[in-house]
Every structure is written in structure tokens, then in C-alpha cells.
């Protein structure tokens, strides 16, 4: 169930920035009654449940008439009221604080310009909403949040949207009629058709009146040019040679030789001195 829940948000926020324009960071517009069930619920931080939940990195807003409302309210409020105060605040036009519901009404317009999304507890004013404007609504299903599925309302004006997105205008039409005549004007004899409404000239020929080539046209082979490194001059090799010092001749100890044609190694031998036999 889980899984096909967060399927069912993804086509939801996928339906909105598509056919809306709503783009990220997605702004998320909180009355009093979605702040207060955030803070009752412990769904902290709620930037990142938020985020989670559209897919998206998200900005949290609120209005002045949110806060005076909650002010309103008293001590039990009173943490919802200092979560509410750390939030962005929205711009209301109200000298004088208004209900909530009225506020967001008014900021939202029916357009919503601003791509809001909105969260709140009020079931009938979020039915209220999804008849009138085109908002996607964030409610709190106890430890978790929920976003509505587009209404028949939202959906007729996404398809109203892309029927006038591909129907050409009348200023369109009249366009199209003008640049016709001249081809075909241009098709019958060679001359110049001069373009009224972007002050440029074209040239079209009898034969050819859509500028598209008569034959089509190959390309030749032509020699290439040598390869660059094989033009790369060589490097002179060093002649000059290097003189060997010859090595001095190690002096022998005598009654030693070579046997051979080898060197042996040198021995050392103990001398001994000889004393005559006394008569």
C-alpha cells in the first residue's frame, strides 16, 4: 500500500508541473491547522517530510493572518505559534488581520500565480479550493501527510490549456494565409518577395521557389596534407664519443703469479726472519 501511495503523489506532482509550470523548489503555503498537527504529530523536521513527500526540495511559507490567528488562539498554541514565526512569510495585502482561510483565498487567487502548494486540516476548505483554483492541497493523516488527487475542475483546465496551446489564432491564421500567397506568388515567376513583418527579403527563382537544391551535390575527395608529426625533424645523434679512462695496474705481492691468463686473488703471506744456527 505504501508504494502505491507514493506512486499516486509522484503522477499527482507530476500532473501539477507539467500542465502548471510549477517548478522546484516547490513553495508550500501552511495555515494554522496543518502547523499546529505538525507539532502535535511530532513530523519533525518538516521541511524534510515534505520534501519527501513531493519529491523535490521544498520552502515553507505562512502569512501574518496565519500568526494573528494563532496568536488568537492561547497557551495551547503556543509552540504552533513559534513554528509558524520560524517560517517565510508569504506577502498579504491586509492592513487588518483576516481569517486564514480568507488570506490564503486571496493570496492564491484563482490562477495562483505564484505556484503555492498549500497544507491544511480544513476538509471543506480544501473542497472549496479544488472547485476554484488551481492549488495542490498537503493535509496530515496522523503521523504521516497526504497530498489531494487533481479534481475534475483542475484536470478540464489543463486539457482547456493544451486545446489553446495547439489551435492556431486568428492573428496566426492571417500569418500563415499571407505567406502562402507569396510562395505561390514567388512559384510563378522569378523576382524578390519582400517579408512585411520581419522587414526582410527573399529571393525565389521559377524552377526552384522553396530554395531546396535541384541536384544533390557530393563531396569530393581531396588530398590531404601530410601528417604533422611525421614532418617533425629528427634529432641529430651525438657523435662524439666518450674516452674511457684506462685503469691503473694493481701491484702484485712477489712469488706470486698468474696462473693461466687468470688473476688470482691476492694472499697475504707472513715474513718470517732467519736467524743463523749458533756453532
Same mark, same amino acid.
Given at each position: 500500500?505504501?508504494?502505491?501511495?507514493?506512486?499516486?503523489?509522484?503522477?499527482?506532482?507530476?500532473?501539477?508541473?507539467?500542465?502548471?509550470?510549477?517548478?522546484?523548489?516547490?513553495?508550500?503555503?501552511? %495555515?494554522?491547522?496543518?502547523?499546529?498537527?505538525?507539532?502535535?504529530?511530532?513530523?519533525?523536521?518538516?521541511?524534510?517530510?515534505?520534501?519527501? *513527500?513531493? #519529491?523535490?526540495?521544498?520552502?515553507?511559507?505562512?502569512?501574518?493572518?496565519?500568526?494573528?490567528e494563532l496568536q488568537k488562539l492561547g497557551k495551547d498554541y503556543s509552540e504552533s505559534l513559534e513554528a509558524a514565526q520560524m517560517l517565510s512569510t508569504a506577502t498579504c495585502?491586509? %492592513?487588518?488581520?483576516?481569517?486564514?482561510?480568507?488570506?490564503?483565498?486571496?493570496?492564491?487567487?484563482?490562477?495562483?500565480?505564484?505556484?503555492?502548494? *498549500?497544507?491544511?486540516? %480544513?476538509?471543506?476548505?480544501?473542497?472549496?479550493?479544488?472547485?476554484?483554483?488551481?492549488?495542490?492541497?498537503?493535509?496530515?493523516?496522523?503521523?504521516?501527510l497526504q497530498i489531494d488527487q487533481p479534481s475534475d475542475f483542475q484536470r478540464e483546465t489543463a486539457k482547456d490549456s493544451e486545446r489553446k496551446r495547439l489551435t492556431m489564432?486568428?492573428?496566426?491564421?492571417?500569418?500563415?494565409?499571407?505567406?502562402?500567397?507569396?510562395?505561390?506568388?514567388?512559384?510563378?515567376?522569378?523576382?524578390?518577395?519582400?517579408?512585411?513583418?520581419?522587414?526582410?527579403?527573399?529571393?525565389?527563382?521559377?524552377?526552384?521557389?522553396?530554395?531546396?537544391?535541384?541536384?544533390?551535390?557530393?563531396?569530393?575527395?581531396?588530398?590531404?596534407?601530410?601528417?604533422?608529426?611525421?614532418?617533425?625533424?629528427?634529432?641529430?645523434?651525438?657523435?662524439?664519443?666518450?674516452?674511457?679512462?684506462?685503469?691503473?695496474?694493481?701491484?702484485?705481492?712477489? #712469488?706470486?703469479?698468474?696462473?693461466?691468463?687468470?688473476?688470482?686473488?691476492?694472499?697475504?703471506?707472513?715474513?718470517?726472519?732467519?736467524? #743463523?744456527?749458533? #756453532?
Amino acid at each position: 500500500m505504501r508504494v502505491k501511495r507514493q506512486k499516486k503523489n509522484r503522477r499527482t506532482v507530476r500532473f501539477f508541473t507539467v500542465c502548471f509550470g510549477f517548478r522546484q523548489p516547490f513553495k508550500v503555503l501552511c %495555515d494554522g491547522t496543518f502547523v499546529h498537527h505538525l507539532v502535535s504529530k511530532e513530523i519533525t523536521p518538516a521541511d524534510t517530510v515534505v520534501s519527501e *513527500l513531493l #519529491g523535490g526540495p521544498v520552502k515553507l511559507f505562512t502569512t501574518r493572518c496565519v500568526l494573528a490567528e494563532l496568536q488568537k488562539l492561547g497557551k495551547d498554541y503556543s509552540e504552533s505559534l513559534e513554528a509558524a514565526q520560524m517560517l517565510s512569510t508569504a506577502t498579504c495585502e491586509h %492592513d487588518e488581520a483576516k481569517p486564514a482561510d480568507e488570506c490564503l483565498s486571496e493570496v492564491l487567487g484563482v490562477k495562483n500565480s505564484e505556484h503555492f502548494f *498549500l497544507g491544511t486540516q %480544513d476538509y471543506e476548505f480544501r473542497k472549496k479550493l479544488q472547485q476554484e483554483c488551481i492549488v495542490p492541497l498537503l493535509y496530515g493523516l496522523n503521523n504521516s501527510l497526504q497530498i489531494d488527487q487533481p479534481s475534475d475542475f483542475q484536470r478540464e483546465t489543463a486539457k482547456d490549456s493544451e486545446r489553446k496551446r495547439l489551435t492556431m489564432t486568428d492573428v496566426e491564421k492571417k500569418m500563415l494565409e499571407k505567406q502562402t500567397a507569396r510562395i505561390l506568388a514567388s512559384s510563378r515567376g522569378e523576382g524578390v518577395v519582400e517579408d512585411e513583418q520581419w522587414e526582410a527579403s527573399r529571393v525565389f527563382s521559377t524552377r526552384n521557389g522553396l530554395g531546396v537544391k535541384d541536384r544533390p551535390q557530393f563531396k569530393r575527395n581531396r588530398a590531404k596534407g601530410p601528417n604533422p608529426l611525421s614532418c617533425v625533424k629528427k634529432k641529430k645523434a651525438n657523435d662524439t664519443k666518450r674516452t674511457l679512462s684506462t685503469s691503473k695496474a694493481v701491484p702484485k705481492s712477489g #712469488g706470486q703469479e698468474e696462473k693461466n691468463g687468470e688473476s688470482g686473488s691476492r694472499k697475504r703471506t707472513r715474513k718470517r726472519s732467519k736467524k #743463523g744456527k749458533s #756453532g
